[in-house]
């Protein structure tokens, strides 16, 4: 089992401005008390063809860590029994308290996504609306929220999926996307995969292509990768 | 409490302003007969207009040594974590009951017929720091009030909140506890096109 500290520190922000769309590589962005930051590590992450369905695990932790991996996996807090005995919970909401670690995961998001043509970052109901505004406005891409049940007030499209007791519906916006675009779909986890799953099937029955699914933390143990229709997943952390 | 909209505070005849209210869609009648919908998944889909919405909030409140940016569940989740990171901040998301596993704090507040509760985890945010809350829009001022006392109840100051949309004030109509309110756009009756 993973262990994670739960550290809630008034940790000093690295205060520079985190330019919201994609800048070129060469910029660097000013601290807050001087100096500078460049923003972008110099790490290649792995390149593979997009719609591939990919034999090797797509996540940033193999093999060659980024380093700043280890500081977003230590941030986020586990926590047992909840919301029921048994379940291990992934708590992400303390890293959203770390700015670094905070920063860093929506980077290692943006690094891989940037340029790629992608139109379309959809975020799953909730914890998706938190990771994939900033990764949208940083590719140049609209953010379209995958959401419950008779919140979005206008048209909509709807997918049932099922749940460990039961069922539930998600529904998207039908003139939120247009066919051809290319999408992503985020959300904080993958565990069985039936979200995911719900989320691609509502984007490609209006013709979007979804080339990737992002999640901050995958349970590899319930093998959500082999639920999402030979569509590739990309995670930051594994929790075992 | 100190209303404050955009185009009257600093940014009269911004273009961005109009652009963002344009991007905003109307749906009338939803939820229910006779409320004009405000619609921001359409401000979402508009790049430009989302990126302008954002920086017009992160240069506000860049330089007010805010550390702490609270988002109401599930909107203000769209609109803060950008902004947090812009200005070297936390994002505590404050959320409907039973969604935060960890010990919370919760404030009930009024809603029309009946009341609701929001939640922020302990711990979240300590005495002292500075903090703004995001919302999309404010009608009552219900939902920001229990934003507020949340992060009054923990000893950190609310230096204002921030939304995109807001109706104006009816006199004496909307409590913030004396807090700033910083508004961008006001709701439109209909959509035009």
Not at chain 1, 24 to 32: E, L, S
Not at chain 1, 101 to 113: G, K, M, N, P, S
Not at chain 2, 19 to 41: C, L
Request: aromatic share 6%; proline share 6%; glycine share 8%.
């Amino acid at each position: 089992m993973l262990q994670r500290a739960l550290i809630f520190s008034s940790s000093n922000p690295i205060c520079s401005q985190l330019s919201t769309t994609a800048p070129p590589d060469n910029t660097v962005f000013p601290k807050r008390n001087g100096g500078w930051i460049i923003p972008f590590s110099s790490y290649q992450l792995p390149a593979f063809p997009s719609d591939s369905a990919a034999n090797r695990p797509n996540m940033a932790s193999q093999d060659e860590q980024d380093p700043r991996i280890s500081n977003i996996s230590s941030a986020i807090r586990v926590i047992p029994d909840f919301p029921k005995p048994g379940i291990i919970f992934q708590d992400i909401t303390t890293l959203l308290l770390d700015t670094k670690a905070f920063r860093d995961t929506i980077d290692l998001f943006v690094e891989r996504y940037r340029g790629k043509d992608i139109s379309v970052v959809a975020g799953i109901e909730a914890r998706g609306f938190i990771f994939g505004p900033p990764i949208a406005l940083a590719i140049g891409a609209k953010f379209v929220p995958m959401r419950k049940p008779n919140k979005l007030p206008g048209e909509v499209l709807s997918e049932e999926y099922s749940l460990e007791y039961g069922k539930d519906t998600m529904e998207m916006h039908v003139d939120a996307v247009k066919a051809g675009e290319r999408a992503l779909i985020i959300d904080d986890l993958v565990a069985t995969g039936g979200t995911l799953s719900a989320a691609i099937s509502l984007l490609e029955r209006v013709g979007v292509h979804v080339v990737e699914c992002a999640c901050v933390i995958e349970l590899p143990e319930l093998k959500g990768r082999e639920r999402l229709g030979g569509k590739p997943l990309f995670v930051l952390v594994s929790s075992t | 409490m100190v209303e404050m909209f955009a185009a009257e505070n600093g940014l009269k005849g911004d273009p961005r302003l109009q652009a963002i209210s344009n991007a905003i869609r109307v749906v009338p009648h939803f939820p229910k007969q006779g409320i004009m919908f405000q619609d921001i998944t359409t401000l979402l889909l508009d790049h430009k207009a989302f990126k302008n919405t954002v920086d017009i909030f992160v240069d506000r409140y860049k330089d007010m040594d805010i550390s702490v940016v609270a988002g109401v569940e599930a909107r203000g989740f769209m609109f803060g974590p950008t902004i947090a990171l812009a200005i070297g901040a936390k994002f505590v998301p404050l959320r409907k009951p039973k969604k935060l596993p960890g010990e919370v704090i919760a404030e009930a507040y009024e809603l029309e017929y009946g009341s609701d509760c929001l939640e922020m985890h302990v711990g979240a945010v300590e005495a002292g720091e500075r903090a703004i809350v995001i919302d999309d829009l404010v009608a009552t001022g219900g939902t920001l009030s229990a934003a507020i006392s949340l992060l009054e109840r923990v000893g950190a100051e609310v230096v204002e909140c921030a939304c995109v949309i807001g109706l104006r004030e009816v006199k004496g109509q909307r409590r913030l506890n004396g807090k700033p309110l910083y508004i961008l756009v006001e709701p439109r009756e209909i959509d035009s096109c």
